[in-house]
T-cell receptor, first 114, second 113 residues
């Protein structure tokens, strides 16, 4: 059974650029949630995808967008990057959409915006 | 406003002792609460889940309690070991947001030999 994987592991961008982060969910899971974790803080929910549809969104602006593919892998896109977007971006996979209980996290992508 | 609070200062304990971490919340009605462990530069790892109608849950050296009246969960690690040193995160499952997890900022635990 393959765990949750994310790519890339690290990324450096400049303000105003766009970035795409990728996540492969654990085998058998159909739900992916994305979180942003600033240094010294807990993860903050960005949005969740269940069977290729957005299934809940946190308090993040529209320049944060996502996709889920038929194989349940997912992308997080951030446009017009700002310095405050520097953080660890985590994806978590699970099974069940609105009946999620345990979420399995990937190792994260560390994004630095200069 | 809605808040989740964990011990803001690091918890330093001696090997073999019991570590107790606290999670308090306000203005949430969680269906369940989870505890995760996070090592530096890694993603959180699920440890335990406790539902709103459960008072206590155990798994090996770990124990979680959940008091919905006090709006508090306690997380205990008995016979602690240096390998238990990590950040421990409390997370509430918030039904009105499609079961999204709302995390506390975490408590750093350091176990000294």
């Amino acid at each position: 059974e393959t765990g949750v994987t994310q790519s890339p592991t690290h990324l450096i961008k400049t303000r105003g650029q766009q970035v795409t982060l990728r996540c492969s969910s654990q085998s058998g899971h159909n739900t992916v949630s994305w979180y942003q974790q600033a240094l010294g803080q807990g993860p903050q929910f960005i949005f969740q995808y269940y069977r290729e549809e957005e299934n809940g969104r946190g308090n993040f602006p529209p320049r944060f967008s996502g996709l889920q593919f038929p194989n349940y892998s997912s992308e997080l896109n951030v446009n017009a990057l700002e310095l405050d977007d520097s953080a660890l971006y985590l994806c978590a996979s699970s099974f069940g959409g609105g009946r999620i209980e345990t979420q399995y996290f990937g190792p994260g992508t560390r994004l630095l915006v200069l | 406003s809605q808040k989740i609070e964990q011990n803001s200062e690091a918890l330093n304990i001696q090997e073999g002792k019991t570590a107790t971490l606290t999670c308090n919340y306000t203005n949430y009605s969680p269906a369940y609460l989870q505890w995760y462990r996070q090592d530096p530069g890694r993603g959180p790892v699920f440890l335990l889940l406790i539902r709103e109608n459960e008072k206590e849950k155990r798994k090996e050296r770990l124990k979680v309690t959940f008091d919905t009246t006090l709006k508090q969960s306690l997380f205990h690690i008995t016979a602690s070991q240096p390998a238990d040193s990590a950040t421990y995160l409390c997370a509430l499952a918030v039904m009105e947001y499609g079961n999204k997890l709302v995390f506390g900022a975490g408590t750093i635990l350091r176990v000294k030999s």
